[in-house]
């Protein structure tokens, strides 16, 4: 079982940066993909972004296309989400998953991490 940890959320003002980490441990780490999700208040979780093990595909969600990054360092057991030009509407919390499968729904994922709070807001 591999335990994920979120960090890096927080305040922003619209137009700002952020970029959340994802730390793994566990004695196996060998997920075929690592993925985003997030989910704001009275919503559903949503799809964000997702990454192979080799880091050579990743996909979006249109609402983050051309703003935000997804990348990992398997050797630091950590995949990121840079996050640029935030709106009011990236607010939610950033959840951090992990799984065998490369997809863009949340059922292919088993481990997850607690999630951390992105608000964005003046």
């Known amino acids: 079982q591999v335990q994920l940890v979120e960090s890096g959320g927080g305040l922003v003002q619209p137009g700002g940066s952020l970029r959340l980490s994802c730390a793994a441990s566990?004695?196996?780490?060998?997920?075929?993909?690592m993925a985003w999700f997030r989910q704001a208040p009275g919503k559903e979780r949503e799809f964000v972004t997702v990454?192979?093990?080799?880091?050579?595909?990743?996909d979006y969600a249109a609402s983050v296309k051309g703003r935000f990054t997804i990348s990992r360092d398997n050797a630091k057991k950590t995949v990121y989400l840079q996050m640029n030009s935030l709106k009011p509407e990236d607010t939610a919390v950033y959840y951090c998953a992990a799984g065998g499968k490369y997809s863009f729904s949340a059922l292919a994922y088993d481990s997850w991490g607690q999630g951390t709070q992105v608000t964005v807001s003046t």
């Open positions: 990454i192979n093990w080799s880091g050579t595909s990743t």
């Open positions: 566990g004695r196996t780490f060998s997920p075929n993909a």
